[in-house]
């Protein structure tokens, strides 16, 4: 009789048990489909940083992305430059002060007169260069196809820490990585480049600093 008694007790015990954990199971997933209602069925992404504003690009501290890529293709450093030098700032050669609107049109640098505008939304970032040129990004590390040009191009965007990095695969096979980092007072903003492979033979690094307007 005791025996039968103190397994009626277990098993009480252990159905009593499985239904809070079922109702804990319900509870959870009740909140996960709140979750993905709110978000339009898929997760909320977290931006560590706002990096949203307008920016203009700081010649005086930038690289002239013009000059790295000349370099690359064999026309060596501007004259009177060590090749080591790391001298910055958009100069060309003569020492004429180059455009910094012009900067970058080879690897998708600053463009429209050297400024940059930035929108985030709870899910997204916005890039705009000029008004004819925007691209929105989800940063969630999902690849995404997106049309530029020469064809379509595979597009990964994604935080890393507190930095922005967008992964771009072109269509003849070479990539271009970007990475957006605030500084430490949130008045600048550091964009470097990363181009390797493709029709480039030896990777090519570079960077524009931009200040809040």
């Not at 039968?4 to 909140?31: D, H, M, V």
């Not at 209602?37 to 002239?64: E, R």
């Not at 030098?85 to 100069?91: E, N, V």
């Amino acid at each position: 009789m005791r025996t039968q008694l103190t397994r009626s007790a277990t098993l009480a015990l252990l159905l009593a048990g499985g239904s809070l954990i079922l109702a804990g199971c319900s509870e959870t997933q009740a909140l996960e489909s709140e979750l993905n209602a709110a978000s339009g069925g898929t997760a909320l992404v977290q931006h560590p940083v706002d990096l949203s504003g307008t920016w203009k690009v700081n010649t005086d501290v930038s690289d002239d992305p013009r000059e790295m890529l000349g370099n690359r293709r064999g026309q060596g450093p501007r004259a009177g430059a060590p090749a080591d030098s790391g001298q910055r700032g958009f100069r060309r050669p003569g020492g004429r002060a180059g455009r910094p609107g012009a900067a970058g049109r080879r690897g998708e640098g600053p463009r429209s007169r050297g400024e940059l505008t930035i929108t985030q939304t709870d899910e997204t970032v916005t890039l705009s260069h000029g008004a004819r040129r925007s691209v929105t990004l989800t940063p969630d590390g999902q690849p995404v196809t997106k049309q530029g040009r020469g064809g379509e191009r595979q597009v990964i965007a994604k935080w890393e820490g507190s930095v922005l990095v967008v992964e771009h695969s072109g269509p003849r096979g070479g990539t271009m990585t970007r990475s957006f980092e605030l500084s430490a007072d949130g008045q600048q903003l550091v964009l470097s480049h990363k181009l390797e492979g493709g029709p480039i033979e030896e990777p090519v690094e570079f960077r524009i600093v931009f200040d809040k307007t």
